[in-house]
């Protein structure tokens, strides 16, 4: 069993950066952050697997980074460059088994998730 607690995300202007993170209770070999938007499908952002190893989705290469710190069971999604279209219900997803690599940005690769902390991006 995996928990996942997802926080630090808020209101900001466009432009803006923020860093969420979210806290990890039990082993995975792979976790991810996604995002909601109002009447869109859920979308991948990023994931990092058992020894490193990261994919991103082409749209957030360059303002988006995955990471996480080990000794504190927490990773992170720093958000740099904020759009108003970056506006959505952002989660992270946590399974315990490891995932190809081309399906690593599928929401339906992931058995465990968080609850989601909103990001909002005003102009």
């Known amino acids: 069993q995996v928990q996942l607690v997802e926080s630090g995300g808020g209101s900001v202007q466009s432009g803006g950066s923020l860093r969420l993170s979210c806290e990890v209770s039990?082993?995975?070999?792979?976790m991810g952050w996604f995002r909601q938007a109002p009447g869109k499908e859920r979308e991948g952002i990023a994931s990092?697997?058992?020894?490193?190893?990261?994919e991103y989705a082409n749209t957030f290469v360059g303002r988006f980074t995955i990471s996480r710190d080990s000794a504190k069971n927490t990773l992170y999604l720093q958000m740099n460059r904020l759009k108003p279209e970056d506006t959505a219900m952002y989660y992270c997803a946590a399974q315990p088994g490891l995932i190809m690599s081309y399906l690593r940005l599928r929401r339906d690769s992931y058995t465990y998730w968080g609850q989601g902390t909103q990001v909002t991006v005003s102009s």
């Open positions: 039990g082993y995975a070999d792979c």
């Open positions: 990092l697997c058992r020894g490193d190893d990261m």
